[in-house]
């Protein structure tokens, strides 16, 4: 079943979520506290759309995916996901949705990789074709075929979070909903994750939420992007925008064969010198790596180089100092 095409496949008015907390108050005494996650949140995600939530740990990125997917009720606001609300028809929405939690399984730990997916054919009542023909396409897509024998708690990291994105899939979603999917995972297992996604996005038309505290997923796979801090959207654009805006200072970390003072190198500042290691911070839109690369080479003997981006901290704090002092509250 597809959602209408008339809708989005997202829609969040005002989503409030708040928590009340006790903390001790003397010796027996206890008082309580009450805890926003969520502020007034209010977005829509079109159908087809891939859609990055980003935001530091503890920001309410998990809190909000957890209204949408109907495992919390509002305290406040409304949410409608593929049209209807999570909360009253849950089970209707678990068939029309995939879900992804990077820290939990939806796996059998015992079971060979193969059981688990043969379980959740009976258990979504998916046809029997199409639930093969969908095995089959994401274990040469997500190269699982040395594994999928294998019990799930003998499996690695990255071969696991392989496994929960094909749980999440054979039953063909119409939203796939992604908390922290790439988290922990080695630089191998990230790209296989993220090509997965891309094309599961192009060739599908999938909805894609993706959440998480890493600016280099959204990147690759992200043509809009959220940032959440403190409960409240703050920043709500495109990738390209975005990165116009806030995401121009890079740096380049450089081994050079010898000690040196810190390097003149034009556009550019040394913000650190460890020993040979230096760190020569520049803004993107005066001058680029390769320049920069170049002219370190042409001072002195390199060995080794890397180029940092900014941490997605880094870039919150610096949008969230950009709001009206009322807006940060």
């Known amino acids: 079943m597809s959602s209408e095409s008339n809708q989005p496949a997202l829609r969040c008015d ?8 006790r903390h001790r108050d003397g010796v027996l005494r206890r008082r309580k506290v009450e805890v926003t996650a969520v ?17 530091p740990n503890g920001a309410g990125k998990s809190t909000t995916i957890k209204m949408i997917t109907g495992i919390l009720t509002p305290t406040a606001g409304q ?3 593929l049209g209807i609300d999570p909360v009253r028809r849950r089970t209707e929405l678990a068939r029309r949705i995939g879900v992804v939690f990077g820290q939990r399984t939806q796996l059998w730990w015992d079971l060979p990789l193969a059981d688990s997916f043969e379980l959740l054919h009976h258990v979504y009542r ?38 929960e994105l094909t749980a999440a899939l054979l039953h063909d979603p119409d939203l796939v909903v ?9 630089v191998v297992s990230k790209h296989a994750v993220r090509d997965f996604l891309a094309e599961l996005n192009q060739e599908r038309g999938t909805t894609v939420l993706l959440t998480t505290h890493d600016l280099d997923d959204v990147e690759r796979l992200c043509s809009r992007m959220m940032i959440i801090d403190h409960g409240r959207v703050i920043h709500d654009g495109s990738v390209a925008g975005f990165k116009a805006d806030y ?21 550019t500042t040394v ?49 969230y100092g950009r709001l009206p002092p009322d807006a940060a509250t």
Do not use: C
């Open 126 to 163: 998916t046809d029997s074709a199409r639930h093969a023909e969908n095995l089959a396409a994401f274990v040469e897509l997500l190269d699982m075929g040395s594994f999928i024998q294998t019990p799930v708690r003998q499996l690695s990291l990255g071969q696991r979070m392989r496994g």
């Open 178 to 186: 992604l908390d922290e999917p790439t988290i922990g995972l080695d």
């Open 39 to 55: 502020a007034d949140v209010t977005f829509e995600v079109a159908p087809g759309e891939m859609v990055g939530y980003l935001g």
């Open 79 to 81: 949410v409608a996901t």
């Open 271 to 319: 913000v650190r010198v460890d020993g040979r290691r230096q760190w020569l911070s520049f803004d993107r839109g005066e001058t680029t790596a390769a320049a920069v690369v170049a002219g370190i080479a042409a001072a002195t003997a390199l060995e080794d180089l890397s180029v940092e981006e900014p941490e997605i901290e880094d870039l919150v704090r610096e949008v």
């Open 247 to 267: 995401g121009t200072r890079r740096t380049v970390v450089v081994d050079l064969v010898d000690e040196q003072p810190p390097l003149d190198v034009a556009h």
């Open 14 to 21: 005002g989503l409030t979520k708040s928590f009340v907390v």
